[in-house]
């Protein structure tokens, strides 16, 4: 039985009661700051079917680290550079292989007349009795008995002879010392010391302390005061920027200051190993025999180190490697570096045969033009200083004076300016020697670098300037160097606006300094002045020893 349809009942909706608005509270007026704005929420990742897979999470780790890497890219590439660099220099230190002990070049048998060549039965013999580091090479032998074998390319002015090893290649083996903590004992030839003086020595020393020290001050002119040039050195060093521990001036003939050294050294040293660091010639392994034969005296070790020691030669590039040498008590070791080769230096355009006569003998002795008892003047003459110097006179007053420091066996010539070409064209090879002999003369380039110089007088009662010729010594501009003969010259009127006009011709790669005037002789202590210094500035300042 159907049940009965019930109809559909609404109800109607009856509002809320509307209740009354509160009354407002009055309180008294109190600013306040407006709040700070709410931080951003971050957008939920999603729950569920939306949530991120670990795919989407791996990919964003991958972009957030490839943006961090390009901003930190250049700091991170500088960084693996120098690491790569600093591990390609410290590959190029010596290795425990033997090597010759008077050149440094490693011993082999392969190609006779080669540095580092040994006889074979002889290298056989004492690798067997493990005494491989006291033997000394063929090459080493010659270069012991006077011959000039060179071994550098590019370097002696001729083809001739067995070119081996490259300037370039001496430099990279000096490489890894920018990386080695290491003391550098840096050396300078005070005959020639703008060119031997390695202006960029940082680029091998790196940071490492530096020693200056100055050779071969015994060839210095009789009478020289000591203090004057120990100034001298360390104002020039000053000015070149290069901050040294200390200056000592040497001479390894005579062991003059070589003590002073060997105690800056042991102070310094500090466990470390001991570079000697200098261009080529400048008298390293001369320096290093001193030192050990000043050392032997109290040090078993060093006297030990004098029967193999480095062979000292004229040749430019006699050593060819850094030769290790046991010197020391207190451990750490003693390194003779290759020279660095200078393009811009005499050695560097002449014959091989001709480099004896670039390293002075014995004491200098200044050549003056003109001489007291002459009365031929400078302008409208030419100087031949040798076949590597002509300096043509254009202008200079009355007393001036030329004086030619370097050594004895370079003569000084002159003729009229309006006859030096031909002059110069015939007598090369001749009179005016190096380059010596006529097959030489024939292969010799010429003077094809002119320098300009125009030199004031400022004043008249000291040197007004060195022009200083590289690798091969000094030229003293005197203003009054010429005595006069009339008491009655008006001498002050004369010097009021002096200037002397010097056109200087000379190998071409060959640089000519002008520097301050070089304090050597017994008037020189009178001349020279000293730097008026503050306190701040004397205390900066390297000392120097003698």
């Known amino acids: 039985m159907a049940s009965p349809h019930l109809p559909f009942l609404s109800f109607p909706k009856t509002p809320p009661p509307q209740l009354a608005a509160p009354r407002p509270l009055t309180l008294p007026f109190r600013p306040r700051a407006a709040p700070a704005a709410a931080p951003q929420p971050t957008p939920p990742e999603g729950v569920g079917p939306a949530a991120p897979t670990r795919g989407d999470r791996f990919l964003g780790r991958q972009v957030a680290t490839e943006a961090a890497a390009r901003v930190l890219a250049p700091d991170d590439a500088d960084r693996r550079l120098r690491r790569k660099e600093k591990r390609r220099a410290l590959a190029k230190k010596p290795s425990g292989l033997a090597s010759c002990y008077g050149c440094g070049a490693p011993l082999h048998t392969a190609e006779e007349g080669a540095p580092g060549y040994v006889d074979p039965d002889t290298y056989d013999l004492k690798r067997r009795h493990h005494q491989l580091r006291t033997v000394l090479c063929a090459r080493c032998k010659l270069l012991s008995h006077g011959h000039m074998v060179t071994a550098v390319g590019g370097h002696g002015g001729y083809p001739g002879g067995k070119q081996f090893v490259s300037a370039e290649k001496l430099r990279e083996k000096l490489s890894y010392l920018r990386h080695e903590k290491a003391l550098i004992v840096k050396l300078v030839d005070i005959v020639d010391f703008n060119g031997s003086f390695l202006a960029r020595v940082r680029d091998f020393a790196g940071a490492n302390p530096i020693i200056l020290v100055i050779t071969k001050v015994d060839l210095l002119p009789r009478d020289t005061d000591l203090n004057c040039v120990g100034d001298w050195v360390v104002d020039s060093v000053v000015k070149k920027k290069l901050n040294v521990l200390s200056v000592h001036l040497t001479s390894s003939k005579s062991l003059v200051g070589i003590t002073g050294v060997i105690s800056e ?282």
């Open 265 to 546: 050294i042991q102070q310094e040293k500090k466990g470390r190993d001991v570079y000697i660091l200098g261009s080529a010639n400048v008298g390293k392994s001369a320096f290093i025999s001193a030192l050990l034969r000043t050392m032997a005296y109290k040090d078993p070790v060093a006297a030990a180190a004098q029967k193999y020691k480095p062979i000292q030669s004229a040749v430019p590039g006699t050593t060819l490697g850094p030769i290790e040498i046991e010197a020391f008590l207190g451990g750490g070791k003693l390194y003779d570096t290759p020279g660095v080769h200078l393009h811009h230096r005499q050695a560097a355009v002449i014959h091989a045969d001709d480099l004896p006569s670039l390293a002075p003998q014995s004491r200098l002795k200044g050549r003056c033009f003109p001489a007291n008892d002459t009365d031929v003047e400078l302008s409208g003459n030419s100087l031949f200083w040798a076949g590597l110097v002509r300096i043509d006179v254009v202008k200079a007053l009355p007393r001036t004076r030329l004086t030619f420091y370097g050594p004895k066996k370079l003569k000084v010539n002159v003729a009229p300016t309006t006859e030096a070409d031909q002059f110069y064209k015939t007598e090369v090879g001749v009179t005016l020697t190096p380059p010596t002999g006529k097959e030489t003369a024939e292969r010799w380039a010429g003077l094809q670098g002119v320098r300009e110089l125009k030199i004031k007088y400022e004043e008249r009662d000291r040197p007004a300037c060195d022009i200083a010729i590289s690798g091969l010594g000094w030229i003293s501009v005197e203003p009054s160097g010429v005595p006069s003969n009339s008491p009655d010259d008006n001498i002050e009127e004369e010097y009021d606006d002096g200037e002397l006009h010097l056109m200087v011709h000379v190998p071409k790669p060959v640089e000519v300094f002008v520097r301050p005037p070089l304090p050597v002789g017994k008037a020189a202590s009178q001349w020279y002045r000293y730097q008026e210094l503050t306190e701040e500035e004397e205390e900066l300042r390297p000392k120097w020893h003698y």
